[in-house]
Every structure is written in structure tokens, then in C-alpha cells.
């Protein structure tokens, strides 16, 4: 920017602030001051009275003082909501007397997004706007943009761009009953059964009283019998023990390099003021992921999750709501960079021992499946296929049912070889607790 | 007022449509009032053009043309014509000051113009008054001294809008 556009862009902003006149102050004292004059000089009784009220209504409206220039506030609300969420954004103004209208954008029920501008009078103190989050992710849904106007709207004081409120919807959650997980090794508590002796309920076996074992454990009624057996009253005493309870690991992995919809002819196109397509491959993979990672960590075991597309927006396996949180927020994260990512990047060292993987991918290319079947040499793998169904051909193109056939006759190939490669393949996140029952057994 | 509730309001293109309306009675006046056709359809285009450009300086341009046309011909100064076109001139005029402040899909609250509503209407009683008194006076030459003063009054009512502007600033 030079010296000149400098020197314009001040001058334009100096003349933007503060109160200054409109084309209605100008028509009123300028226009009924001239239909008045002309009318007295020409002596035209008639133009005077058409003139009078621009001119009356003029020094009427100018007669209060406008006052400071008000500035709206903004009541805080929370960073992140849940989806479905409502509430009340409270905005406050403090506006003189003169202001008779604040022109404020701000959002409707009929509007999504930040809303239209909405024409109200200055004398109100305290705006309430509805507010409701319907759709998951991050996005602006409050930007006050303001303009304050004097009686009849003479003088005005704007447009003021306002600051905008950005708010993370955390993906909504469906419940879910998790499945049976094998045990993780070096687990303490938990839900699974582990092969190791521990302080479970399920029980292990009956046998002889070694030292260090608890004196509770000991079993009377057995080793009464097994007194009775041997012709000794006080027979070596014989406890019960139990197997271990332990927690278990669950991978999710999400496929964030595509997001696609069954439509095939806006497979080229992005989503129109959206970050994610609605109803799209990542949409579903992002609430079976939330849905599945609340299910399994509300039974205690350990969740992480694993962004295909970008490895640093990974998150460790953990326990607990607060993961369950870090999760949610994670996924909307690695929305924000969908589609960026060339291939899949998946290595070792992102998924502990013996943890279960789960992968939430649309299966859409084989750099996928390969990552997929070579984690299934090392885990136990199950696939969500998140590829919305039936796909629509594109109708602009003759080829397109041709297209359709193709792309659909590759993802069912893909699916085979993942199943041929010891890789259980579900249509939902519901279907993953039967998947592991039948794969467990 | 203290809260206030944003509901969904009204379209702005209401206030538009009162311009409109404005404009369309100005024009049927005048054509009730024997203008002429091409000025009729200058008329009418400036009036288009107040209602596409509210901020604009067309709505005070056909105010001026319409004042004019009835006045300099020289009819009665009192007849229908003329007292129906000043509260069309001010509803035009407040009108357009209205929708000239709003963008388009703008909503309006109706409690927000009832003040100004109010305001328009004791402007006009006061008008529609000076014309009643207008009707009784006798109609004869204006002394020299009387005139002068009159155009005194007029230059101090300008003072007292560009003191009243200043203080403003």
C-alpha cells in the first residue's frame, strides 16, 4: 500500500466514524429549507406546506443529542456446545437518547449462520437472540455487526464490522453397547476377563493353599470335602481363584483424506458452507467414532484415536469423560484438514500391543485397504465402511450410471480383499460390538 | 425499553413497499393533475429509482419535481392535489430514510418505527394546521416588512440546523 492509498484508506475511515449525516438529513434540511424558501420568495403558499414537514420533522429529530456512540457487548458463551444445543446470546447496548434504531446482525429462526441484520429500536438495552446448534463442528455463529441511527435515521454512526464468535460443536453422540475386547496385558481394572489370575468374579480354579494367597479366598466347604476324602479333618486348605478384570485397547481410525456423499456428481465439488458434507463418509465416521469411543470408554477401557490423513493429530489411548472430551474436539480438528492429505499414514508405533483397531474409512482407494489388512497382521481389525449407500449416478453425463457401476464394483473388490485379509467389514458403528462377539468367539 | 427479544420481524422490503406506495400515489396525483406525459415518465423513472436506491438523491429530486409541477401553474394553492401530496412527500421521505439503512434480506422490528410513526404524525397535524389557518386568512399582497421578516425566519431556521449539526460533532 503506498503513501496515496494510505492517505485515502484514513480518510475514508475517519470520515466512517463518528456520527455523520445520510441522504435523509440532506433531503430534509436542504430539500424542505429549498420547497419553503421558494415558496415564500415565489410566494407559493402550497410549496411552504409541502415543504414544512421534511423541515419540521428535520429540527425535531435533530433537536435530542445522539450521545456517545453505543457499542454492543457480547455475553460470553461457552467455547464448545453439543449438537442440539439452544440457548440465549444476551447482547447489551448502552445508547443515548437520540439513537432511535440499532441496526444489528444478528441470528434468526429462519437463518442459519450468523443471521441477517435486523432493524431495532435503541431504546432497548439488553437484545436476546436465539441461538441453536444443529450441525457438529467449528464455525462463527455471532458476528454483531452494528449500525446505530438517530431519529428518522438523519444521522448514523457505522457500519461496524463486529468480532466474531466462533464455538466448537462437539459430534453428538448415539448409544452404543460395546463389545467384548481382548484384554490388555498390562491392564489392572477393567470389564474383560483376562487369563491371568486376579480379583475378578469369574472364577478360575480350586486348588491347594500356596503361601501368599489371601486367607478370605480359602474355600471351607471344598476343603472339608477334600478332608473327608483323605481321612484328615484339617486337610490342606484349598481357595478359589478368580480370573482378572482388565481393561482393554480400542484404535479408532479415521479416514479423513475423503469426504464424499452417495451423489457421484458432487464427488468434484466441496460442500457449500459447510466443512464436512452432511450425511457424508466423514460425517459418519465422525459420530460412529464419537459414538463408539463414548460406548467403549464408558466401560472403562482405553480409546485413542488416529487421523489417517495427518499422524500429529492423533491422540493417545486413555481412560475416562476427559478423554471422551479430547476425543470429540480431535475430531472436529481433524475435519478442519479433511481432504488435504495424499495417503494414508498409519505406523506401528500409533497403536499399542494388543489393542483392537477399529478403522472408519469410505474404502475408496487401496493405499487404504493395504494400510488396513497389514494392521490386521499385528491387531484384531474391524472396518466400518462409511460410504454412504446406494451411490447416485451423476445425470449431467451419459457415462455417468457407467461411472457408478465402476466405482461401485472397485469398493465391493476392496471389501473382499479386506475380508480375505482376517479384516471384519460393518456397515455402522452398531454392527462392531457383534462383529467382535463373532470374531472373539 | 430494557430487553427485547429477536424474533423474526418483518421483511425490509415492507419498507420499500412503503416507498413505493409513496411514489405510486405522487405519480397518480400528478396524473390526476393534468401533467404532462413526458413528465410523467420522468416521474415515474425517478420514482423507480428511489425505491432501487432509497440512499439515494432520487427520492429528493422527485419530491422537488412533483412540489413543482403543481405549484407553478398557478391553480389554487389549497386544492386536493397539493394536500395529499405533503404527507405522501414525508412518508416517501421517511421511508426512504428507513431503507436506506438496511442491506438486503435485512428484517425491521415494527415496534422499532412506531417513534417515528408517532413523530411523523404530529409534523403532519402541525402542517395540515398551517394550511387550515392558510384557508382563513384573507388572501391579499404581503407588506414589505412582513416578507422581510419571513425571510429572516427561514435563514434562522437554516442557522438552527447547521448549530444543532455542529453540536452533533
Known amino acids: 500500500m503506498n503513501r496515496v492509498q494510505r492517505w485515502a484508506t484514513a480518510r475514508r475511515t475517519a470520515g466512517r466514524s463518528g456520527w455523520r449525516g445520510t441522504d435523509a438529513l440532506f433531503r430534509g434540511a ?45 455475553e460470553r458463551l461457552p467455547a464448545a456446545v453439543e449438537s442440539g444445543d439452544r440457548t440465549k446470546a444476551a447482547i447489551t447496548v448502552a445508547a443515548g437518547p437520540g439513537v432511535e434504531y440499532l441496526a444489528i446482525r444478528l441470528p434468526s429462526p429462519d437463518h442459519t449462520a450468523i443471521g441477517p441484520v435486523h432493524l431495532l429500536p435503541g431504546s432497548a438495552t439488553t437484545i436476546r437472540a436465539a441461538l441453536r446448534w444443529n450441525a457438529w463442528g467449528e464455525g462463527v455463529d ?83 470335602r477334600a478332608g473327608a476324602a483323605t481321612g484328615e479333618p484339617l486337610a490342606v486348605p484349598h481357595v478359589r481363584e478368580r480370573h482378572a478384570e482388565v481393561d482393554a485397547d480400542l484404535v479408532l481410525v479415521l479416514d479423513s483424506l475423503v469426504d464424499v456423499g452417495a451423489d457421484l456428481g458432487e464427488w468434484s465439488t466441496a460442500a457449500a458452507g459447510v466443512a464436512v458434507r452432511p450425511g457424508g463418509s466423514l460425517d459418519r465416521a465422525v459420530r460412529s467414532a464419537a459414538s463408539l469411543a463414548a460406548g467403549y470408554l464408558r466401560q472403562g477401557d482405553r480409546v485413542g484415536l488416529v487421523d489417517l490423513g495427518r499422524p500429529q493429530l492423533s ?11 479430547r476425543v470429540r474436539h480431535q475430531l472436529v480438528a481433524c475435519t478442519r484438514t479433511a481432504g488435504w492429505a495424499t495417503r494414508p499414514v498409519l ?15 469410505p474404502f475408496l482407494d487401496d493405499a487404504t485397504v ?33 461411472v457408478r457401476l465402476v466405482v461401485a464394483g472397485e469398493h465391493r473388490a476392496r471389501r473382499n480383499a479386506l475380508r480375505a485379509n482376517g479384516v471384519a467389514v460393518v456397515d455402522s458403528a452398531d454392527a462392531v460390538a457383534s462383529a467382535l462377539r463373532r470374531v472373539r468367539s | 425499553m430494557s430487553a427485547l427479544e429477536v424474533g423474526r420481524g418483518r421483511s425490509a422490503w415492507w419498507l420499500r413497499g412503503a416507498a413505493g406506495g409513496a411514489c405510486a400515489g405522487i405519480v397518480l396525483d400528478l396524473a390526476l393533475s393534468g401533467v404532462s406525459t413526458v413528465m410523467l415518465a420522468v416521474a415515474a423513472l425517478l420514482s423507480l429509482a428511489a425505491v432501487l436506491l432509497p440512499a439515494s438523491p432520487a427520492p429528493l ?53 412506531r417513534p417515528t410513526l408517532r413523530r411523523a404524525a404530529a409534523v403532519q397535524a402541525v402542517a395540515l ?25 427561514i435563514a434562522g431556521l437554516a442557522l438552527l440546523v447547521i448549530v444543532a449539526r455542529q453540536r452533533r460533532r
Open chain 1, 142 to 224: 455471532l458476528r454483531p455487526d452494528h449500525l446505530a441511527a438517530s431519529r428518522d435515521a438523519l444521522l448514523i454512526n457505522g457500519p461496524v464490522v463486529g468480532a466474531e464468535s466462533r464455538r466448537t460443536v462437539l459430534p453428538p453422540i448415539t448409544p452404543l453397547a460395546p463389545g467384548p475386547l481382548p484384554p490388555r496385558a498390562s491392564g489392572l481394572v477393567g470389564a474383560h476377563r483376562a487369563r491371568r489370575p486376579g480379583d475378578g468374579v469369574e472364577l478360575r480354579a480350586v486348588r491347594p493353599f500356596q503361601p501368599g494367597d489371601r486367607l478370605r479366598r480359602i474355600d471351607w466347604r471344598v476343603t472339608l
Open chain 2, 61 to 113: 429530486v422527485l419530491i422537488c419535481t412533483a412540489a413543482l409541477l403543481l405549484t407553478l401553474d398557478g391553480g389554487d394553492p389549497l386544492r386536493p392535489a397539493v394536500l395529499v401530496l405533503i404527507p405522501l412527500v414525508h412518508a416517501l421521505h421517511l421511508a426512504c430514510a428507513l431503507a436506506g439503512l438496511l442491506p438486503g434480506g435485512a428484517r425491521f422490528d415494527p415496534a422499532a418505527v
Open chain 1, 30 to 74: 436542504i430539500g424542505g429549507l429549498g420547497l419553503v424558501g421558494v415558496g415564500v420568495v415565489a410566494h407559493r403558499i402550497d410549496l411552504v406546506l409541502i415543504g414544512a414537514p421534511l423541515l419540521l420533522g428535520t429540527i425535531a429529530a435533530l433537536a435530542v443529542p445522539t450521545g456517545p456512540v453505543p457499542a454492543p457487548k457480547l
Open chain 1, 315 to 325: 491422540v493417545p489411548p486413555g481412560v475416562g469423560h476427559r478423554q471422551l472430551v
Open chain 1, 370 to 402: 493395504t494400510a488396513a489388512t497389514a494392521t490386521a497382521r499385528r491387531h484384531l481389525v474391524i472396518a466400518v465402511d462409511t460410504l454412504p449407500a446406494p451411490l447416485l449416478a451423476d445425470p449431467s453425463t451419459p457415462w455417468g450410471e457407467v
Open chain 1, 347 to 361: 505406523l506401528p508405533k500409533q497403536i499399542p500391543r494388543g489393542a483392537v483397531v477399529v478403522f472408519l474409512s
Open chain 2, 129 to 153: 394546521g398551517f394550511a387550515a389557518v392558510a384557508a382563513v386568512v384573507p388572501i391579499t399582497r404581503t407588506p414589505e416588512p412582513v416578507e422581510l421578516i419571513a425571510l429572516l425566519s
